[in-house]
C-alpha cells in the first residue's frame, strides 16, 4: 500500500519561509509527477506546484519566484520551499503523486500565515 507522509507546515510570520515535505513509501512501480496543492478557507482546492520525471517544474501564478519544487529520486520525497510566505498562502497542502492511473494523496498539512 502506498502511503505519503507529509511534515513541514507550521505557524509562520509574513515574509517568513517553510520547507514541506512529502515522503513516499510502499510498493510503487514508477512516478509520472509529483505536486502540491493547497486547499484554501473558502474550500477551494489548486495546484501548487508539479514537477515531472523529467525534472520539468510549472508553478501557480501567485507564488511563481517565491516557491521551488525538488525532488529527490532516491528518497522518493518531494519538496517544497516557500519562502516570503504571504497571508493568502495560508491553506491546508497536500502532496499529489501520479503513477500510472493512479492518483494518490497526502493527508495534508496546515499551513498558517500570520500578518
Known amino acids: 500500500q502506498v502511503q505519503l507522509v507529509e511534515s513541514g507546515g507550521g505557524l509562520v510570520q509574513a515574509g517568513g519561509s517553510l520547507r514541506l515535505s512529502c515522503a513516499v513509501s510502499g510498493s510503487i512501480f514508477s512516478i509520472n509527477a509529483m505536486g502540491w496543492y493547497r486547499q484554501t478557507p473558502e474550500n477551494h482546492r489548486e495546484l501548487v506546484a508539479g514537477?515531472?520525471?523529467?525534472?520539468?517544474?510549472n508553478y501557480a501564478d501567485s507564488v511563481k519566484g517565491r516557491f521551488t519544487i525538488s525532488r529527490d529520486n532516491a528518497k522518493i520525497t518531494v519538496y517544497l520551499q516557500m519562502n516570503s510566505l504571504k497571508p493568502e498562502d495560508t491553506a491546508v497542502y497536500y502532496c499529489?503523486?501520479?503513477?500510472?492511473?493512479?492518483?494518490?494523496w497526502g493527508q495534508g498539512t496546515q499551513v498558517t500565515v500570520s500578518s
Open positions: 499529489n503523486i501520479i503513477s500510472g492511473v493512479m492518483n494518490y
Open positions: 514537477i515531472t520525471s523529467g525534472g520539468r517544474t
